[in-house]
């Protein structure tokens, strides 16, 4: 499995930015993925899954409202469209999959199967 994140930059508090993660490798039926962030000094934590049959999703409650997950289909794509930036989204974002099998339920722990190589988001005030 490769999953391959870009999108990433230098924002200002308030600006959008769409982060795009490249999935490769397998089928993903009975899985999720998602996002999870790391800022400096801190643990990676859970921002945003999908499933990726359904397409139901799992928000953490800091980005609820202001970030919004979405699945390509088609191209094997996952997007985190976040928007209303803080300083405090500032975190390496990390791509991810997990498998759910059939009816499993979006994780937030940090321990899912596979990882992308991340990629930075500054929020400067």
């Known amino acids: 499995v490769q999953l391959v994140e870009s999108g990433g930059g230098l924002v200002q508090t308030g600006d959008s930015l769409r982060l795009s993660c490249a999935a490769s490798g397998r089928t993903f039926k009975n899985y999720a993925l998602g996002w999870f962030r790391q800022a400096p000094g801190q643990e990676r934590e859970f921002v945003a899954g999908i499933r990726w049959s359904n397409g139901s999703t799992a928000y953490a409650d800091s980005v609820q409202g202001r970030f919004t997950i979405s699945r390509d289909i088609a191209k094997l794509m996952v997007h985190l469209q976040m928007s209303s930036l803080k300083p405090e989204d500032t975190a390496v974002y990390y791509c991810?999959?997990?498998?759910?099998?059939?009816?499993?339920?979006?994780?937030?722990?940090?321990?899912?199967?596979?990882w992308g190589q991340g990629t930075q988001v500054t929020v400067s005030s």
């Open positions: 991810a999959t997990d498998y759910l099998g059939t009816y499993g339920q979006i994780r937030v722990r940090n321990d899912w199967d596979y």
